[in-house]
């Protein structure tokens, strides 16, 4: 291997490692995000009450957990401090999901009209068309586009994918748009 050849691929190979690292931000769909807080409320507000009535029921002797006497008031005290703040963690994650679940059909409308017009506007051959006009501008670069490797090329083309999208629709979230990146690449490309 040339020198040449070698610096060509510590490039790649540091252009594929920056890549990596800027995207480590992961999107969640706001349908899943309310799914998760609402089982999270439901699971800390189960606990919380079934917890608070084993006290109630140990103080009252109805269910007795054999405590010192002496140190019994530190067990309820904690333990009821501890519930009580489950309880009202459970009720601000309710009022929390709420929030999020109004968002989830406008979240799912956007994500339907970017596809939409990605699969209108944006076509395989326009796609590497512009890579290749990229590329040939950019003075650096020493390989034509049609010269890189699939792989390479398909960051190339994310890059010009993002970037439509970004111009057409003034979105700066680059997770939500990787997230309809996954959607839309295979679509095109295979």
């Known amino acids: 291997m040339s020198e040449k050849e070698i610096d060509n691929l510590n490039t790649n190979a540091d252009e594929i490692t920056e890549k990596d690292s800027?995207?480590?931000?992961?999107?969640?769909?706001?349908?899943?995000?309310?799914?998760?807080?609402?089982?999270?409320?439901?699971?800390?507000?189960?606990?919380?009450?079934?917890?608070?009535?084993?006290?109630?029921?140990?103080?009252?002797?109805?269910?007795?957990?054999?405590?010192?006497?002496?140190?019994?008031?530190i067990f309820?005290?904690?333990?009821?401090?501890?519930?009580?703040?489950?309880?009202?963690?459970?009720?601000?994650?309710?009022?929390?999901?709420?929030?999020?679940?109004?968002?989830?059909?406008?979240?799912e409308s956007l994500t339907d009209t970017i596809i939409a017009w990605s699969m209108d506007n944006l076509t395989a051959k326009y796609i590497d068309e512009k890579c290749t006009k990229l590329r040939t501008e950019n003075v650096d670069e020493t390989e034509s586009f049609e010269e890189l490797p699939e792989e390479l090329k398909c960051f190339e083309r994310e890059d010009?994918?993002?970037?439509?999208?970004?111009?057409?629709?003034?979105i700066d979230d680059d997770a939500y748009i990787a997230s309809i990146l996954e959607e839309i690449y295979p679509e095109i490309f295979e």
Do not use: Q
């Open 22 to 73: 800027s995207s480590s931000k992961l999107f969640v769909k706001a349908r899943d995000k309310y799914s998760d807080m609402k089982s999270s409320a439901l699971c800390l507000f189960i606990i919380s009450v079934a917890g608070l009535i084993i006290i109630t029921l140990d103080y009252f002797d109805m269910f007795p957990m054999k405590l010192n006497p002496n140190n019994s008031w």
């Open 76 to 107: 309820y005290f904690a333990m009821s401090s501890l519930f009580i703040i489950f309880f009202v963690v459970a009720i601000f994650t309710l009022k929390s999901a709420k929030k999020v679940k109004a968002t989830i059909s406008d979240e």
């Open 160 to 170: 010009v994918i993002t970037n439509e999208i970004k111009n057409h629709f003034n």
